[in-house]
């Protein structure tokens, strides 16, 4: 049997919380995502009581059954066995898992709202939100009882591990810091980088510059032809219906933002269906 040590670290003790409500969360939606795909209509009316009966399985199933939640049991902590007793684990059930059901009832359930039992459901709710944060100071100050429920019951939390201190893996963390390094380069060069000239470049090294350059003599000695817009014209670049649409005098439109743009970005820009590069005149709106 593992030694107890009633030593827990204040980031354990929270980690745990978030861990079970995690795991909880996971547990609960999959299984009401299965049982709303079976029957909708029949899930609607019975919403409240599959959710009771989910949370009491999960609850059965780590703090009645172990006396640790599932948060815990991954951290390997767990309540000390010796003060959850019958009548603790009775009251641990009913503040976890029953408010949720009352509160999911009075909004299903109840077909005219009383007044005065909504009133108590907002003052009750309003009133364990400020407790739970003077609870919480507190638990910075001491390192014991992190929740309400744990504080009102009396209950601790103890390892299992018998002193031994917190794992932490600088590998990991090393690691994280790299790439956060490298992502952060790339947000700044990316922007800057003009893949449109890129890619004219390596178009010319595969295929040649003399069939560039016979494009571009054909494109300066060949007669504007004139653009012509239909209903059906997109533009040549993005391919959407063009904004402002322009063309350099080959018959194929862009977008006055897509031409102009690369323009600006690559002096030697030419169409990217025929070739042809922009007149000394620059582009002309159709």
């Not at 007793?85 to 408010?99: E, G, I």
């Not at 917190?166 to 060069?189: A, C, Q, S, V």
């Not at 510059?209 to 040549?236: D, G, Y």
Request: net charge positive; charged share 20%.
């Amino acid at each position: 049997m593992l030694a107890k040590n009633k030593y827990v670290p204040r980031v354990n003790q929270i980690d745990a919380i978030y861990l079970n409500k995690d795991i909880s969360r996971m547990i609960r939606d999959n299984l009401l995502e299965n049982l709303q795909a079976i029957s909708p209509m029949l899930f609607i009316k019975i919403q409240p009581e599959l959710d009771l009966l989910i949370q009491s399985a999960i609850w059965f199933g780590s703090v009645g059954k172990r006396c640790s939640t599932f948060g815990q049991q991954l951290l390997v902590l767990a309540y000390d066995a010796e003060k959850l007793t019958v009548s603790r684990l009775a009251l641990h059930f009913a503040l976890t898992v029953l408010p949720g059901y009352v509160k999911s009832w009075e909004e299903r359930r109840l077909s005219r709202r009383v007044e005065w039992f909504s009133r108590a459901i907002t003052w009750t709710e309003n009133s364990a939100l400020v407790l739970n944060v003077l609870n919480y100071f507190r638990f910075l100050k001491t390192g014991r009882k992190p929740t309400l429920i744990d504080f009102l019951l009396g209950l601790d939390y103890i390892s299992l591990r018998n002193n031994q201190r917190r794992d932490i893996g600088y590998k990991y963390l090393t690691r994280e810091l790299l790439w956060g390094g490298f992502m952060e380069i790339l947000g700044l060069l990316l922007p800057i980088i003009n893949f449109r000239k890129i890619q004219r470049l390596l178009k010319a090294g595969f295929f040649g510059e003399e069939s560039q350059h016979v494009k571009r003599r054909e494109s300066l000695t060949r007669n504007l032809i004139a653009a012509k817009m239909t209903t059906n014209t997109t533009c040549t670049y993005c391919g959407e219906r063009p904004t402002q649409p322009h063309h350099m005098g080959c018959g194929h439109i862009y977008c006055y933002y897509c031409l102009s743009a690369n323009l600006l970005t690559d002096a030697n820009f030419s169409c990217v269906k025929c070739g042809a590069s922009c007149p000394e005149h620059g582009a002309q709106s159709v």
